[in-house]
């Protein structure tokens, strides 16, 4: 074989990987695009859960179940007591309709304080593609009405700050993660290179009137999955998102703040290689248990190690446990969600194989040592939102929706 021969084969094998890294990528990551159905469509179409762009859910301490979610150029509240039978009719969050990014990875967010105040932030879309700001508002009256949305990124140029995570902890401090471009921008303005974004944090004391100054917790993250948050039970957050290592290796890492103002050591979590030029658009998630353990979930498209994978830590991320390879990625298993309560964690995620959208589940009683088997808990030929977990005390629900339908609630631990 002479050495141009050899080159061309070389040459064309490097592109069948290229594309297959890629079509990976985008069968695991997105599955099928969400039809609008007709309904949602129409000129004279009214704000309806029906017809929500990528709801948020979550339960307040009385068992009240809220949904945040967009339409129109606005993010709407709405409440039900019956566990999802009746919804209260939805409020506008914002009454100046604005450009609001509401899909499978940036949504709007919601959660509630101990004494009934409802905190909504969204993703604010700037003219510039792929740019975007950090809202926030806030109901101190049952969520009857908002506050004027204030923009939480400090840093106001045409740039990327965007997949925010939002919590609260039992004091009412209110802490947001995002996703910032503000350092590549100013980089680029230098001619320097930069890889990927920032991880950038900022919190309110003052029940959410205001945030305080931004902080920067690490350059170079991956600038398009999503962040995830928990309050660990110091009442102080945990934040898990995918992070760059080396020159473009897009593992996770997860940093636990230790004051409103500081932060500790940087730990990195998953250790697939997974090298990609590109954006996954699938992001992390963490759920901390009473008993102080982190349990994570994530995707993962490296040649040798893909999929879903699950581990755990009990101290706070200077160990990890073994990682554990979940569902089926021939059926492009994909977006987990995760939550734990004592000994218990859930495991949520969805699949497709080319013909259904199947939800999935599986159980550990003892945390996370031991699995169930895979539980089919709903399947359809529809296209459908990305699943999400919510809890009211120790009742697990799984929440699906596909817009056009009723919003699906699903108990999974009765």
């Not at 339409?71 to 609001?100: C, L, Q, R, W």
């Not at 509630?112 to 109901?139: A, D, E, M, Y």
């Not at 995570?165 to 039992?170: E, G, K, Q």
């Not at 030029?277 to 994530?298: E, K």
Request: charged share 20%; with cysteine; net charge positive.
């Amino acid at each position: 074989m002479t050495m141009k021969k050899l080159q061309h084969i070389i040459f064309f094998a490097m592109i069948c990987l290229t594309m297959n890294a890629q079509a990976g990528m985008q069968q695991h990551g997105k599955h099928k695009a969400d039809k609008v159905p007709e309904m949602c469509t129409k000129a004279d179409a009214v704000a309806s859960l029906q017809c929500a762009r990528a709801p948020s859910a979550t339960f307040d301490v009385k068992g009240r179940l809220w949904l945040a979610w967009a339409f129109g150029g606005h993010v709407y509240v709405n409440f039900s007591d019956d566990k999802g039978m009746t919804y209260s009719p939805p409020v506008a969050v914002n009454k100046v309709p604005e450009k609001i990014a509401a899909r499978g990875e940036n949504r709007p967010k919601i959660v509630i304080n101990s004494v009934g105040w409802v905190f909504v932030s969204w993703t604010q879309k700037l003219p510039k593609r792929f740019s975007g700001h950090i809202r926030f508002s806030r109901s101190i009256n049952g969520g009857k009405y908002f506050s004027q949305p204030i923009t939480v990124n400090d840093h106001l140029e045409i740039t990327s700050h965007r997949f925010e995570s939002l919590a609260v902890n039992t004091k009412g401090d209110i802490y947001i993660a995002w996703l910032d471009k503000r350092d590549k921008l100013a980089s680029k303005a230098k001619g320097q290179d930069y890889t990927g974004a920032a991880l950038y944090y900022a919190v309110s004391t003052d029940g959410g009137k205001s945030f305080h100054r931004n902080n920067k917790v690490i350059d170079h993250s991956c600038e398009c999955c999503r962040t995830a948050m928990a309050i660990d039970n110091d009442g102080l957050p945990v934040i898990l998102w995918r992070h760059i290592f080396d020159k473009n290796t897009r593992d996770h890492a997860l940093v636990k703040l230790t004051s409103t103002k500081q932060f500790g050591d940087v730990r990195r979590v998953s250790f697939e290689q997974w090298q990609v030029d590109g954006c996954p658009h699938h992001g992390p998630d963490i759920s901390i248990s009473n008993q102080g353990v982190y349990h994570l979930a994530w995707f993962n498209n490296a040649p040798k190690q893909h999929g879903l994978f699950y581990a755990n830590t009990q101290n706070q991320g200077q160990t990890f446990s073994k990682t554990i390879n979940f569902g089926n990625y021939k059926a492009a298993a994909a977006h987990p969600q995760v939550l734990s309560f004592r000994n218990k964690v859930y495991l949520l995620w969805k699949e497709f194989d080319g013909k259904h959208s199947s939800l999935m589940s599986m159980q550990s009683n003892d945390k996370g040592v031991h699995w169930s088997k895979a539980n089919l808990l709903m399947k359809t030929t529809s296209t459908t939102d990305h699943p999400l977990l919510i809890h009211n005390g120790e009742q697990v629900y799984a929440v699906w929706h596909r817009r056009g339908e009723d919003y699906r609630l699903i108990a999974i631990n009765d």
